[in-house]
């Protein structure tokens, strides 16, 4: 199709829809939309979208140039440069992962638990994490840490565009935070096996950074020295909040039982599957 020839958005949308469809995406339309209005800087639902209205030719280049890259395969967040989280619209690009919906609930679950204090979101990733809890909460202090400088930029650019207080920190998991400074602990660490991770449909393994996603040949690096870690750094009592692989999840309550944590409890996501552990560090030294 040459764009020029597109002289309506009914025309340019039922294109887009075309394309994105050969490329066999199950939501082709509603992809279409919204990678439209996302050109427009306007909600989908603020625009008509299949009326007669004549389309500006570099409007429709640029359009159909997203629309190609989505057909390619590129993650519809990495297209329009946003992911929406809980209450927040994010950047999202290759330098983080994409935020989740199931990390919502990791959220959704320490906020019901603690609101106050001290608390530490580990690999921020985005930073999706420590800035809801920042806007949603009223903790006195927050710090989002990161080995990767690529997503710490990110989730200074996305600090700076939410405007929540959270300090952003570049350290490998816990080694930067004090003995006993915390009163809650969150993460969602990379959890999958070597072998999963390699296993991993294109569309996300062709995309996200695999330090997001990799968590060793058992899955269990990251989250067992968490475990650890986690321990020295929270005060008696506070929580930890670990989003964890739903085929490992007994496995981690059974670690952090014998690693100084009571109160474990495993809860599922919105999907039912078993993806949240909770624990209290317990107060024997
Ligand atoms: C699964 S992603 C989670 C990102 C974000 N919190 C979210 O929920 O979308 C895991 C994050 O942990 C970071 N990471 C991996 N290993 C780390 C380590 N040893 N220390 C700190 N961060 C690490 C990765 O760079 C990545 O941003």
Do not use: K
């Amino acid at each position: 199709m040459v764009p020029e020839l597109l002289v309506t958005r009914a025309e340019l949308l039922a294109e887009a829809t075309r394309l994105l469809l050969e490329a066999r995406l199950a939501d082709a339309r509603r992809e279409a939309a919204r990678i439209w209005s996302w050109l427009e800087r306007r909600p989908a639902s603020a625009m008509p979208l299949d009326d007669g209205v004549a389309v500006a030719p570099e409007r429709v280049a640029s359009f159909i140039s997203a629309v190609r890259r989505r057909a390619a395969g590129e993650p519809l967040p990495h297209v329009t440069g946003w992911a929406g989280f809980r209450h927040l619209t994010l950047r999202s690009d290759a330098r983080a992962l994409i935020p989740r919906p199931e990390t919502e609930g990791l959220v959704e679950l320490l906020l019901a638990r603690v609101r106050t204090g001290r608390v530490a979101d580990i690999g921020t990733g985005t930073g999706c994490i420590a800035l809801s809890l920042a806007l949603e909460g009223g903790f006195e202090q927050i710090t989002g840490i990161d080995l990767s400088p690529e997503a710490l930029a990110l989730a200074r650019e996305n600090r700076r565009e939410t405007g929540a207080r959270v300090a952003l920190v570049r350290g490998d998991l816990c080694e930067s935070l004090q003995a006993g400074s915390l009163d809650a602990l969150v993460s969602n660490p990379p959890y999958l096996t070597t072998a999963e991770y390699r296993a991993l449909d294109s569309s996300v393994r062709g995309w996200e950074p695999e330090l997001a996603l990799s968590g060793g040949p058992d899955g269990l690096e990251a989250i067992g020295r968490l475990l650890v870690d986690a321990r020295r750094v929270l005060r008696p009592g506070a929580w930890l909040a670990l989003e964890v692989d739903e085929s490992r999840a007994g496995e981690c309550a059974a670690r952090a039982g014998i690693s100084g944590y009571t109160e474990v409890a495993i809860h599922t996501d919105l999907f039912g599957r078993e993806r949240y552990l909770l624990a209290r560090r317990s107060d024997a030294e």
